[in-house]
């Protein structure tokens, strides 16, 4: 019997024309991380699983990781996110080199999932952290990479936005106010997630139900509907019950809106977003969480998100370091590009010249042609074999290179050639000895 | 107890210097596959092991695989070679697309190998197809690529050399003049793969078991001494013995003799070299093989390998389409321009302005003009917080930017500055608000 030829579930096959959308977005990530000073690196692309049980919480581990035990009874598993892979990167030199640490990857990673729009079981994520940054400027710069990214694409305030929040705030409200056990408090976190996905009415039920207190149910209810910097400060200090009202003002919602005035200064006003509602399910934030949002009503969902973390180290018994950091998943930001109809076409290769040859006496010239220009940087394709004008023509078409060149025993003869500038239909005489002349020719026309 | 930080065995944590040799390698491999008109792919992590199954042998599945069950009980493979990936692909859309398809990739693959120099089990793996091509022309294509690709790295014919052979000359002489049954050819083919790492004695006692006739063992001794193409055409001569001399010549060697003598008059004879040693043990090559090899006498091993096959797709129920490609593992490469110390330095990063600010107030200021900066495609590095200048130049001094701005009340009340070129130590005065001058200055400098 055949053999399918669909790739596995969840996973994609890159045709040239993917490829090339793939690598544009690729380039663009990198590009605007080595113009913030951030480096590149990647760790590998399996651990052993027990960096996974250790930071990134039994679901992920339980029901997403594609784990098994390899030939040495090793318990393994395929990345499903990077940063425990950074985090044990970062423990082995964090103590060597001078800090901040500006660090980029674009890993692919694997998670098992129901495959559906903005999820597959194979895809990339780009991920960017800053470690040992002075307090509040590590966030600072990393929102306005994220911002810069969005921008790289044509991306405006128009159709995405930046929802900030911070744990520290959460977890005030929640150990403080609401006051809930542990158990409560996890069930809380999940029932915000999904705010947005549910009918209000239902979401007050929930929140009633988990509290079973009115009181307290009054208070998240005032909580999720927060909206701004000024909300928050009014919501604290109606709330707060506490001795230290200053410094626990100071502890939980300074850093906060710190960054918010600081970002508002530098002109970062229409991107940003107060969110009560970003928590980020990950264990091992600690401060700022953020999400980049897409504005289009038919695609309100995240592109990337992240936050700040005080203690990513301690499970290698190393002294505490924090950082902040977020991830970018290709497939959701291609979906918020294609939403906003910000990519452009990639059907076709790019080939400066093609060259094509009438006689077999020709073929030698041709090839060495090719070769001298492509020294000189110039993309060629040789259309192979002998051909007479019409396929040469009807190649061309379908190609659609920027110059043409047709060569036959009469061009071997003289040595003259007639290179032909598609787009301009110009046409220009050179030497085929003259290869600087060809080079300057295609380089530099547009 | 602290978890290790140590990455899987057989894999690596690349780290920013390494990293930056590993994104200059494939963006070389990448860049001269365009001049090329090769175009890029990819695809899946995992894929059925009926795949591999049906085309790499069992030695890699049985040995070298790293195989499991996801949770929906398919057997599934983490990719050891990119072929039989991009022959699914190819089968998927061959009837649709003009010939010959140019493809490159690279890929991570994963083999269950025993870590030891030049092989690990996770690497990267650049590989290149023709497919479609008329015949020779893409054998001759292929080989002129891989040279490219070689010399883009510096690398010269006196670094390297391909050895070159045919599986159909092979094959004549195994049915032919020698003509063994098809378990003693499979034991000859691997005694060739091994020939150049045991003493000649012990080669010649082990010909003359499998083959258990004194005068085949002198055939194929003769065979494998054969350095020429004027040897093989001798050789060939001696040796035949049917009843269609010209007709079997033609397709046993004169693909083989046609691509030397293009190779050659191309100007490429001090790359090449006839070596019946190379066999490649791969079940899926028909025709012409070879490998990229190393001169050193330190590193005699090979960097590349590939070869031309007739029948990739026959296990998709697809029509044959000939084809010829190679895969170029970045571990022996690296191993290879180490050896040649053709590696240039990757341990410092690229910033070309480090901003330094002496006092709170000018922090606004310097992470302004640095977004400026950045936006005209400046590479500029924040120092973050205030801090004296003893601090600031200490940190140039370990960072080595290329360009130097500090920041203090003064600059940012007169709106004049000193951007220092710390190569030339030449001071440019220029005001803060002439964003395009400080660009045109940074990126004007070498």
Known sequence: MALSKTPYRGTRDFFPEQMRLRNYIFSKMAEVSELFAYEPYDGPLLEEIELYRAKSGEELINEQVYNFVDRGEREVAIRPEMTPTVARMVAQIHREVSKPLRWYAIPNLMRYEKPQKGRLREFWQYNADIFGAPEN???LEIIQLAIA????FGATNEHFEILINSRRFVDYVFAGPINLSPEMTKKLYKLIDKKNKMPAEKFSAEVQQITSDPKKAEIFEKYVSLSS????ETFFKET????NQEEDFAKSLKPLMTLFSQLESLGFKDFIKFDPSIVRGLDYYTDVVFEIFDKHPENRRAIAGGGAYANLLAIFGETPLPGIGFG?????LTDFLTTHKLIPSFAKQDVQLLIGYLDASAEKTALTVANALRSGGVKVEVLLGEAKPKKIFSHSDKKEPHFLLMLGSDEVSTNEVQLKDLK???VHKINLSDVDKMIATIKGSR
């Open 424 to 426: 301009t239909k110009a």
């Open 328 to 332: 970018m998943g290709e497939v959701p």
């Open 229 to 232: 910097m000024k909300d928050i």
């Open 137 to 139: 400027l590590g966030d």
């Open 149 to 152: 990214i969005m921008k790289s």
């Open 240 to 243: 707060y019950s506490g001795a």
